[in-house]
Nanobody, 123 residues
Framework: QVHVEESGGGSVQTGQSLRLSCVIA????????MGWFRQAPGKEREGISC????????YYVDSVKGRFTISRDNAKKTLYLQMNQLKPEDTGMYYC????????????????WGQGTQVTVSS
């Protein structure tokens, strides 16, 4: 069965950086658009960045534009999210998932999801 695993989360201070990774096994990775989703405490999960299967198209929610960069390495079946200039409002659980397209960056009805990695940003 498909296995999705995120890593790279942690506790940092405002202004610092983190790089999240997501490795997928037993899935034709380069057939799928991919996305990063965030669930902040007490809030609904939202798509913050998505990327097409080739990496040629990307989407960012306004709150992370200019600070986060999504990328993928299809040979390694790995999705990345470089997060710079982190803010306390970036705190949350970050999930990697397959999506139907990079825009809209929303959950796919038949998407594959990981268990998430926690990011905590303190002021």
């Amino acid at each position: 069965q498909v296995h999705v695993e995120e890593s790279g989360g942690g506790s940092v201070q405002t202004g610092q950086s983190l790089r999240l990774s997501c490795v997928i096994a037993r899935l034709p990775f380069d057939d799928y658009a991919m996305g990063w989703f965030r669930q902040a405490p007490g809030k609904e999960r939202e798509g913050i960045s998505c990327i097409s299967w080739s990496g040629g198209s990307t989407y960012y929610v306004d709150s992370v534009k200019g600070r986060f960069t999504i990328s993928r390495d299809n040979a390694k079946k790995t999705l990345y999210l470089q997060m710079n200039q982190l803010k306390p409002e970036d705190t949350g659980m970050y999930y990697c998932a397959t999506v139907d397209s990079p825009y809209p960056c929303t959950q796919a009805p038949q998407g594959f999801w990981g268990q998430g990695t926690q990011v905590t940003v303190s002021s």
